[in-house]
T-cell receptor, first 117, second 112 residues
């Protein structure tokens, strides 16, 4: 089946630094990818839609200057958490849709655990 | 807006027990409904889906029926196995929109 990878799987950084998370579709191309954030014991919340060749679309309440998204190619989207603070500590998950038969199925990466000290 | 309310966990069952995880939703129009499963250390995987009222999704012994009248999509399995231990997420999307709205997830542990 389709595979989506994320790198790194876990990162610890100091407050004020920036962290880049990569999301790759390994065996299919994705013009759109999605970035989610998951807090402990809470659901996944959609942060933004990453669009290849154009600007990302952010959900209400998500700071676009804080969470920079770049869809560099048809297989790679990156999320950069700029000037990270402890409240940015979370589990970040990406997904990419792949057309199967008559519908698009979302394939999810394994997630990246970000801890900001 | 869309929302999904899912049974709180964690849920612990003995092997071969019957499983039900409740899920209800609020949405405009006629959403597609999904159950995703997340095994330890892995990404979310689609378990089953239903795209219209009265549809039944099924996979690996799990079933869920799209009930429009009760806005529900409860997950059931007649006899669970230890390998079913995972976190289960109920989710919906509106037709033509790939954005997913998730429930909070239910952690299921099956003991031998």
């Amino acid at each position: 089946g389709a595979v989506v990878s994320q790198h790194p799987s876990r990162v610890i950084c100091k407050s004020g630094t920036s962290v880049k998370i990569e999301c790759r579709s390994l065996d299919f191309q994705a013009t759109t990818m999605f970035w989610y954030r998951q807090f402990p014991k809470q659901s996944l919340m959609l942060m933004a839609t990453s669009n290849e060749g154009s600007k990302a679309t952010y959900e209400q309440g998500v700071e676009k200057d804080k969470f920079l998204i770049n869809h560099a190619s048809l297989t790679l989207s990156t999320l950069t958490v700029t000037s990270a603070h402890p409240e940015d500590s979370s589990f970040y998950i990406c997904s990419a849709p792949r057309k199967l038969a008559s519908y698009n199925e979302q394939f999810f990466g394994p997630g990246t655990r970000l801890t900001v000290l | 807006g869309n929302s999904v309310t899912q049974m709180e966990g964690p849920v612990t069952l003995s092997e071969e027990a019957f499983l039900t995880i409740n899920c209800t939703y609020t949405a405009t129009g006629y959403p597609s409904l999904f159950w995703y499963v997340q095994y330890p250390g892995e990404g979310l995987q689609l378990l089953l889906k239903a795209t219209k009222a009265d549809d039944k999704g099924s996979n690996k012994g799990f079933e869920a029926t799209y009930r429009k009248e009760t806005t529900s999509f409860h997950l059931e399995k007649g006899s669970v196995q230890v390998s079913d231990s995972a976190v289960y997420f109920c989710a919906l999307s509106n037709f033509g929109n790939e954005k997913l709205t998730f429930g909070t997830g239910t952690r299921l542990t099956i003991i031998p």
